[in-house]
């Protein structure tokens, strides 16, 4: 359960298990359209949340075996990701010799 920011989301999917996310703002509604999209997680709205939708929404969550196959599944490719690495070298190429 979390909020959908990009990097709490990358996480997530690196660990493999499903997702109930509540966005607030900023990047958060389309990182969790995409967690959706994956079919890795769910949304649920901050006032549905916050009026106890969200043991009913993890109950969903949890009892369909299809969210954790797509988490899963998805895993491997987000654990071999070297984001900060990647980015690093693509900075350090742009910048050129020293």
Do not use: C, K, M
């Not at 709490?8 to 995409?34: E, I, K, Y």
């Not at 939708?53 to 998805?74: I, S, V």
């Amino acid at each position: 359960v979390h909020h959908g920011g990009v990097g709490t989301t990358a996480q997530a999917l690196r660990s493999g298990r499903p997702q109930l996310v509540t966005p607030f703002l900023g990047d958060q509604p389309d990182n969790t359209r995409r967690v959706g999209r994956l079919g890795a997680g769910r949304r649920i709205r901050p006032g549905r949340y916050e009026r106890g939708g969200a043991a009913e929404a993890l109950r969903t969550l949890l009892d369909d075996p299809a969210y954790a196959a797509a988490a899963r599944a998805l895993a491997p490719v987000f654990r071999s990701e070297g984001g900060a690495t990647v980015g690093a070298r693509h900075l350090d190429g742009l910048l050129g010799p020293a």
